[in-house]
């Protein structure tokens, strides 16, 4: 009577606790998803920042990139948003990411970074008017 009863019980046990399985697959799932996002993030923010270091287009604006966010697109595509500052100024920057689980690969969009560039414009813009004032104050002698 014993012997039949084993199985029965077994049957019950394993009927409870599916739902609690099937949770748990789930929560493994997503908890994969956040971690390669996680690290996809934390490469790309690598990869830019050793790109503004190295770049001598951009090294001397001394951009430091302090996070990124990443969410999946579909496929091997990712959007994120880098979080960049320059000159204690912060600028969130959007770029596109590409994963093969292997590599990754970012790409900001033509003009993303004109911050920069910009305020290193109005400097010399005022450099150029400061010069001219002067040269005039000095034809008016």
């Not at 493994?28 to 790309?44: K, N, P, R, W």
């Not at 990754?104 to 001219?132: S, T």
Request: aromatic share 6%; hydrophobic share 40%.
């Amino acid at each position: 009577m014993r012997a039949t009863q084993t199985p029965l019980l077994s049957k019950l046990i394993i009927a409870a606790l599916k739902p609690y399985v099937a949770i748990a697959a789930i929560l493994i799932l997503l908890s994969g998803c956040d971690s390669s996002q996680e690290t996809i993030a934390q490469t790309v923010k690598e990869s830019m920042n050793e790109s503004f270091a190295s770049d001598a287009n951009y090294s001397k604006y001394h951009l430091t990139v302090t996070s990124v966010d990443v969410v999946h697109k579909g496929g091997n595509t990712y959007k994120g948003i880098a979080h960049v500052t320059h000159k204690g100024a912060n600028h969130d920057i959007g770029v596109d990411i590409t994963s093969d689980g292997k590599q990754v690969m970012w790409e900001a969009p033509p003009g993303a970074f004109l911050f920069a560039a910009e305020d290193e414009f109005n400097k010399g813009l005022e450099d150029a008017e400061k010069d001219l004032k002067n040269a005039l104050h000095a034809l008016d002698k």
